[in-house]
């Protein structure tokens, strides 16, 4: 009974004009926060584009630093062997740059969203080692040469160390063995010398792939290659990352003389997904999937909020080191996690909710620090 009266207060709180902020009208984020580390969003396409208006004037008020959550990814900007595919990433660039916010790219190699071309050969076979050196040369030297000296900061590798710390067994992997790494840096230091270079990971709270990217980025300082941050992904949820393990990362990272950047922050709302999970109907299964299809339980929005507020605190604590914070989507109906892992689920992971509204926490921590 009591959980139905909150609800319809939380209804009848976001129906009325008066309870509503706009997101524009809070102190901006980066006056905010800019002088411990870049503010960052990914954007979508129709906020690049300002077809999302709302979406995009939340950026433009409080970021100064946007990343592609999709279209500088090898399927999308390189599609076919002979074709790049530009505009998409054009408009990304020059939404940055006619609102002066500075840009990171994302992402040169990474197994996923890699066009389906770059590891085969005609008969469908990989190529050889020499040929997958030169397409990946071509892709970088051809991406990164394209927003020479516009984009401040690659993510030159993304995802390539497992849990065990062991490399992932893909098809650079395969082709190429470790130096698809090194190879990787190489490129994209020879195509803009000025741009910073980065590895980017999930998942790195957990102390073996902790190490494992430790090792490799150790590896890449002794040969003398530039890297000049490692980036936490910071994909959480209720119950993970483990707050110790995640700092101990992060102090880890630090240690190898690198920055720390958090590349791709949310946390989901919704209880931990199993496929194993026993659930006997399917109106529960359902149900399960997708708890909180309206609104969130008060109860679940506190802690979310006061998980979210320890995250942000110890960012913040740690700013001599971390240089750049991102938010993984601008609201919470632009998150991935809408559709991971089973599609048609109503998560709560980002900043700013479906109505475009600072989310508690955050305006907490604003009003606090913006007397500071
Ligand atoms: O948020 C991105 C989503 O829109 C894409 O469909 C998905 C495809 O793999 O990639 C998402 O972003 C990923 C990011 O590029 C790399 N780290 C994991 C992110 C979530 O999957």
Same mark, same amino acid.
């Given at each position: ?5 909150s609800?319809?207060? +939380?209804?009848?709180?976001?129906l ?14 980066? #006056? ?9 969003? &990914?954007?979508? #396409? ?14 433009k008020?409080?970021?100064n ?7 500088m ?31 990171i ?15 085969? #050969?005609?008969?469908?076979?990989y190529?050889?080692a ?22 401040k900061?690659?993510?030159v ?6 849990e ?12 190429l ?22 590895y ?11 190490d ?5 980025v ?8 530039? +890297? ?20 101990? &990362?992060?102090? &880890?990272?630090?240690?190898t ?26 109106a ?12 969130l ?12 507020? &320890? ?8 700013? #001599? ?9 601008v609201?919470d ?19 700013f ?20």
């Open positions: 009974m009591k959980h139905t009266f609800l319809l207060v +939380i209804a009848a709180a976001s009325g004009a008066s309870a509503a902020v706009p997101a524009t009208s809070e102190p901006a984020l980066k #006056d905010v926060f800019g002088d411990k580390f870049r503010v960052a969003v &990914a954007i979508n #396409d129709a906020q690049a584009k300002e077809i999302d208006k709302e979406g995009a004037a939340i950026v008020h409080h970021f630093t946007v990343v592609a959550e999709n279209v990814k090898c399927s999308e900007i390189h599609p076919e062997k002979n074709r790049y595919h530009w505009d998409d990433a054009d408009a990304f660039v020059e939404f940055a740059e006619r609102n002066g916010m500075t840009v790219g994302h992402c040169l190699i990474w197994h996923s969203q890699l066009a389906p071309w770059f590891l085969y #050969d005609d008969e469908g076979k190529v050889s020499d040929t997958l050196k030169a397409r990946m040369r071509d892709h970088i030297h051809a991406v990164v040469g394209r927003y020479k000296g516009r984009v900061g690659w993510d590798v993304n995802e390539a160390i497992v065990s710390g062991k490399y992932r067994n893909s098809g650079f992997y395969k082709i063995g470790e130096e698809f790494i090194p190879l990787a840096f190489q490129y994209a230091h020879e195509a803009d010398p000025e741009a910073e270079l980065y980017n990971d999930y998942g790195m709270n957990v102390p073996g792939r902790r494992g990217v430790v090792r490799m150790q590896d890449l300082k002794r040969r003398g290659l530039r +890297i000049d941050a490692v980036g936490m992904q910071a994909h959480m949820g209720m119950d993970y990352p483990d707050f110790r393990e995640f700092e101990d &990362a992060l102090n &880890a990272f630090a240690a003389g690198c920055k720390v950047m958090i590349t791709e922050w949310d946390m989901s709302a919704l209880p931990t997904f199993s496929r194993s999970s026993n659930v006997g109907d399917v529960a299964y359902q149900k399960a999937l997708n708890p909180y299809p309206d609104a339980p008060e109860d679940v929005s506190a802690h979310w909020n006061s998980r979210m507020d &320890a995250f942000f605190s110890l960012f913040l604590r740690h700013s #001599d080191v971390i240089n750049r914070v991102t938010a993984w989507g609201t109906g632009n998150s991935w996690k809408n559709g991971f892992p089973v599609r048609g689920r109503h998560d709560y992971p980002l900043l909710d479906r109505n475009y509204e600072m989310k508690p926490f955050l305006k907490n921590l604003v009003n606090y620090h913006k007397h500071k």
